[in-house]
């Protein structure tokens, strides 16, 4: 075991785990932020998506000893009253349908709109490509982050 300052959603937490611990496991078992989701394991569905230093990748596959003093954004981070503006376009677009999935696709979308605040549907499925949604609501999802990033800017 080794102990980890970490820097998650503005808050500095310690947590006592082995130096391998992916960061998902770190943030839903020792911190109880339960939001992001285990999907593959394999970071290639996207489910467990949160940023380090802004950035969005899969928590999956990032052990926790590879995270420094980068901070650590989660869904529960994103908005502490759940109102960001992808936040609000879920909702006002029924994205969710089981909803797995979509911490990480918010997360994703958070990420890339920071990046590219204005995009083109094709600049928004491609940054989206790789966080799968099982029931299908691409289209919804793209239509919600159009919304939202028109709003932002």
Same mark, same amino acid.
């Given at each position: ?32 932020? !339960? $939001?992001? #989701?285990?999907?593959?394991? %394999? ?7 949160? /940023?380090?230093?802004?950035? =969005? ?9 590879? !995270? $420094?003093? #980068?901070?650590?954004?989660? %869904? ?7 109102? /960001?503006?992808?936040?609000? =376009? ?64």
């Amino acid at each position: 075991m080794a102990t980890f300052n970490l820097n998650v959603n503005g808050k500095t937490l310690q947590v006592d785990v082995l130096p391998d611990t992916p960061m998902l496991w770190v943030l839903r078992d020792h911190l109880d932020l !339960v $939001g992001t #989701k285990f999907g593959c394991g %394999i970071a290639q569905c996207g489910a467990c998506t949160v /940023h380090l230093d802004g950035v =969005a990748v899969r928590s999956c596959s990032v052990p926790v000893s590879a !995270v $420094g003093e #980068k901070p650590i954004t989660t %869904i529960e981070g994103l908005s502490e009253a759940g109102d /960001h503006p992808l936040q609000e =376009a879920w909702v006002e677009h029924d994205v969710p349908q089981c909803g797995y999935c979509q911490a990480g696709q918010i997360m994703n979308a958070a990420a890339f709109l920071a990046r590219n605040p204005k995009p083109t549907d094709q600049e928004i499925e491609n940054a989206m490509n790789g966080n799968i949604c099982r029931c299908g609501t691409y289209v919804r999802i793209r239509a919600a982050i159009k919304d939202a990033a028109g709003k932002m800017g």
